[in-house]
T-cell receptor, first 115, second 116 residues
Framework: GAGVSQTPSNKVTEKGKYVELRCDPI?????LYWYRQSLGQGPEFLIY????????DSGLPNDRFFAVRPEGSVSTLKIQRTERGDSAVYLC?????????????FGQGTRLTVV | AQSVTQLGSHVSVSEGALVLLRCNYSSSVPPYLFWYVQYPNQGLQLLLK??????LVKGINGFEAEFKKSETSFHLTKPSAHMSDAAEYFCAVSPNSGGSNYKLTFGKGTLLTVNP
């Protein structure tokens, strides 16, 4: 596709449920990032993939959060036992290379609401 | 650790007036600096970035920013605001060395409104 695609655009789930958020990066982009944007805050780094491997998952808040990128393209962010505090917009970005000189292109985000 | 402070969560200007959005950073060494714009229901879009080259950086849509090391600032300006500039603007920083220069740290954002 022309840009980074995230699905669903909105997700409402009940507390305690499991959710999966999908990111389809720009074709050919080897680097993929997940960020979380809470209300009134800027995006916060969660995890960075280079190819299939998670090169840096230091931003994942706890072990309920997990992300995969099995074929080096599409990535899925998985959240177990969701809590109301997980409500936020989850942003995905991709870039052609790694590092600050490689522009990161962001998707529109998935708005997750935990009720 | 690096951090970014955006002064003013909301800035309102008249159409045709100067736009000035403030950003100050905290870092032990000069970092890379970025401005992103987020239009309603759209993803973040890169406006411009500073990566240790010229201190005055020109970006898209007539925006520019100047890196001032002595003031640890990277303020965003545009000489004449258009209605279409209404959006939320985020300043961000990343390390310029080491293994984690891909990791962006964002400010809380400044919502720009443009009045006719």
């Amino acid at each position: 596709g022309a840009g980074v695609s995230q699905t669903p655009s909105n997700k409402v789930t009940e507390k305690g449920k499991y959710v999966e958020l999908r990111c389809d990066p720009i074709s050919g982009h080897t680097a993929l990032y997940w960020y979380r944007q809470s209300l009134g805050q800027g995006p916060e780094f969660l995890i960075y993939f280079q190819g299939t491997g998670a090169a840096d998952d230091s931003g994942l808040p706890n072990d309920r959060f997990f992300a995969v990128r099995p074929e080096g393209s599409v990535s899925t962010l998985k959240i177990q036992r969701t809590e109301r505090g997980d409500s936020a917009v989850y942003l995905c970005a991709s870039s052609l290379g790694r590092g600050a000189t490689a522009e990161a292109f962001f998707g529109q985000g998935t708005r997750l609401t935990v009720v | 650790a690096q951090s970014v402070t955006q002064l003013g969560s909301h800035v309102s200007v008249s159409e045709g007036a100067l736009v000035l959005l403030r950003c100050n950073y905290s870092s032990s060494v000069p970092p890379y600096l970025f401005w992103y714009v987020q239009y309603p229901n759209q993803g973040l879009q890169l406006l411009l970035k500073y990566t240790s080259a010229a201190t005055l950086v020109k970006g898209i849509n007539g925006f520019e920013a100047e890196f001032k090391k002595s003031e640890t600032s990277f303020h965003l300006t545009k000489p004449s605001a258009h209605m279409s500039d209404a959006a939320e603007y985020f300043c961000a920083v990343s390390p310029n060395s080491g293994g984690s220069n891909y990791k962006l740290t964002f400010g809380k954002g400044t919502l720009l409104t443009v009045n006719p």
